[in-house]
């Protein structure tokens, strides 16, 4: 069984930074399709950010490309987030998720497909 956890979350300030990372135990994350998604208070939860098992293939969410990064470290067993220029509606509790074990070549999947989540970590962006 798949455990995934979830860390980095914080409060910052429009405009600036924060990393987030999902690792995992007793599993190969590079064996498994990553997803982030985010909740935002009264909101529906969204897909931000995910990359492949096949390939490492990536995919944004348009409220975040050009500002969200995606990225393996297979030495750490972790999945990053990294997320410039955050703004106020980027707030929110972030998980990382991953659907079964399989060589997916591209990671644009349906929310229904992950079966695996993390605890979440909070994100606050404000000034």
């Known amino acids: 069984q798949l455990q995934l956890v979830e860390s980095g979350g914080g409060l910052v300030q429009p405009g600036g930074s924060l990393r987030l990372s999902c690792t995992a135990s007793g599993e190969n994350l590079d064996d498994y399709t990553i997803g982030w998604f985010r909740q935002a208070p009264g909101k529906e939860r969204e897909g931000v950010s995910c990359?492949?098992?096949?390939?490492?293939?990536?995919h944004y969410a348009d409220s975040v490309r050009g500002r969200f990064t995606i990225s393996r470290d297979s030495a750490k067993n972790t999945v990053y987030l990294q997320m410039n220029n955050l703004k106020p509606d980027d707030t929110g509790i972030y998980y990382c998720?991953?659907?079964?074990?399989?060589?997916?070549?591209?990671?644009?999947?349906?929310?229904?497909?992950?079966?695996?989540w993390g605890q979440g970590t909070q994100v606050t962006v404000s000034s």
């Open positions: 998720a991953a659907p079964p074990k399989f060589p997916y070549a591209l990671c644009s999947l349906p929310e229904s497909e992950y079966d695996y």
């Open positions: 990359v492949s098992s096949a390939r490492s293939a990536t």
